[in-house]
């Protein structure tokens, strides 16, 4: 019984203990839901006073649009207003010139009017006029005829033959006169231009100071001693023909202590052949696959310089904005040589002595200097490309922009095309100054003999010509004709013909005159 007892009381404590853990839970609930209730109800608040403010700016914000828009409307209503006004105006001024332009038209028109009465007085009057001088001139006429017909019966002739007497009278007095006017003028035109052209050369070659550099075509090698020979050489000679064979040079070793030749006639490539040896030389290792390495350093080496002495030559003549291949060419006249003159040296030269002679003579000088520098650069590709360097000179200065002037004096500075401007007849001047200096070409004895012999052998082979004598070191060829079988006209044709010779048949550096003179003596004794 007593286990019921305590069973009892313990379901009473549980049911009680429940009760109150629910009476306790009811109330936090209900506490909780008090303190959610007042929170849900001060969000509602501000939500509602936050709508209001907005409501509030937005009311605000439209007036104030409904103001800018009224404002924006009254300046466009005055705008208008005045643009009306304006035009209201401008109309008003319209009418009043169209009203003075009608009043303008009508007094011209009535003043026409009057201009027309009075032309056609005058018409009337002209015409009576002309009437009375038409008769006047048919008395005049038939007065004239009459006198010229007791003239030509007097005189036994008839007017025409008279007249014809006159003028062959007056033909040959005035060809007489003229004649003697021409020989005087060009006698004095030709002393006067000879003597400041003289001036003109000498000042110019005065001013102008060049090198005059005679290459040849082998370049000595010092070595540091003999047995790199022997490793230049390479076993069973592989190194020196890997060096031939690279660079397109002939090596020579010989007895000669301590050196080696390089020998080509193409100075680039002779060029690239030494600086490629040099460079093996102190780096030591010599070998086919090094010698390939080293000649290519040698190219790029050879190429810089190219360049740079293309770009000093236009610093040199002042000639900026040269196109950048044509700078190429320049340079690479610095390897190229003409009778021992090194042509990039020529090219400096003629362009300097051109531009001083054009300053002395008004000319232009930049375009003189400009094509004087140009003028050989043919002579960079001429053995890569066919024709002379003059027509090749003249296609890469058309190619490469340069104006129709430097092109035409290119082409004109060996007589190829005829010279049409004073700047290509000085780059000719200044061409045949610059290789005739002395030393400026090298040539053997044994060629500059057969050359004159040459000379003169062709002058001798026309008729009529009595002697000759190749002067200024073959320069100029002096011919004496017989006056008897050669006129005063047949001197100049045969001057053509003889130079047209020379041209086709010899190779000559410059230009040869060719003066041909016709002397006649006549001689009496008084007895």
Avoid at 135 to 154: G, P, Y
Avoid at 243 to 262: F, H, K, N, R, W
Avoid at 380 to 406: F, M
Wanted: proline share 2%; charged share 35%.
């Amino acid at each position: 019984m007593q286990w019921y007892i305590v069973v009892l009381l313990v379901l009473v404590g549980a049911a009680a203990g429940g009760a109150a853990g629910f009476l306790y839970r009811k109330q936090v609930v209900e506490t909780k839901i008090g303190r959610t209730e007042e929170y849900a109800k001060r969000l509602y608040d501000d939500a509602v006073r936050k709508a209001d403010e907005y409501k509030k700016e937005k009311v605000l914000e439209a007036k104030e649009e409904i103001l800018k828009a009224k404002a924006e409307n009254d300046r466009e209503k005055a705008a208008n207003e005045r643009e009306m006004r304006e035009n209201e105006r401008e109309i008003r001024e319209r009418r009043a010139e169209l009203q003075r332009s009608e009043r303008r038209v009508t007094q011209r028109e009535e003043t026409l009017d009057k201009k027309a009465d009075n032309l056609e007085a005058r018409e009337e009057s002209l015409n009576k006029k002309a009437a009375d001088i038409q008769s006047m001139e048919d008395d005049v006429k038939a007065l004239h005829e009459k006198q010229e017909a007791e003239l030509e019966r007097i005189a036994g002739m008839t007017q025409d033959e008279a007249r014809q007497i006159i003028v062959e009278r007056v033909q040959k007095d005035a060809f007489h006169d003229a004649a003697a006017t021409v020989r005087d003028i060009e006698a004095r035109a030709k002393e006067e231009g000879e003597k400041k052209a003289r001036n003109i050369i000498a000042l110019a070659i005065q001013k102008c100071a060049a090198d005059h550099v005679a290459e040849s075509t082998v370049s000595v090698i010092t070595l540091p001693n003999d047995d790199m020979k022997g490793r230049i050489i390479g076993r069973e000679g592989r190194n020196i023909r890997a060096l031939e064979s690279a660079t397109g040079v002939d090596l020579i070793i010989d007895d000669t202590p301590e050196a080696i030749i390089v020998s080509a006639f193409d100075p680039v490539r002779r060029e690239i052949a030494r600086i490629a040896v040099e460079k093996l030389i102190q780096d030591g290792r010599i070998h086919p696959a090094r010698i390939e390495e080293m000649v290519e350093k040698a190219k790029k080496e050879v190429e810089n310089q190219i360049r740079e002495a293309g770009e000093n030559a236009v610093f040199e003549t002042n000639q900026h904005g040269l196109h950048h291949e044509l700078v190429k060419l320049l340079g690479r006249l610095k390897y190229r040589t003409s009778y021992g003159q090194n042509v990039l040296k020529h090219s400096i030269e003629v362009s300097h002595l051109a531009g001083l002679m054009a300053a002395e003579l008004g000319a232009d000088v930049q375009l003189a200097k400009r094509a004087g520098l140009l003028h050989d650069i043919g002579k960079a590709v001429d053995h890569e490309a066919e024709g002379t360097h003059v027509t090749l000179g003249g296609e890469l200065a058309r190619k490469y922009h340069e104006s129709p002037d430097v092109i035409h004096a290119i082409l004109a500075h060996h007589n190829d095309v005829e010279p049409q401007t004073v700047e290509a007849v000085l780059v000719q001047a200044a061409d045949a100054i610059s290789a005739a200096r002395p030393g400026a070409r090298r040539e053997s004895l044994e060629n500059y003999i057969k050359r004159l012999e040459k000379l003169e052998e062709i002058a001798m082979s026309f008729e009529g010509v009595e002697r000759c004598y190749a002067i200024q070191s073959g320069r100029e060829v002096r011919i004496m004709v017989k006056p008897d079988d050669v006129t005063d006209d047949g001197t100049r044709v045969l001057a053509k013909e003889i130079a047209k010779r020379i041209e086709k048949e010899m190779e000559y550096p410059g230009q040869i005159r060719v003066n041909v003179i016709r002397e006649t003596r006549s001689t009496e004794y008084a007895k």
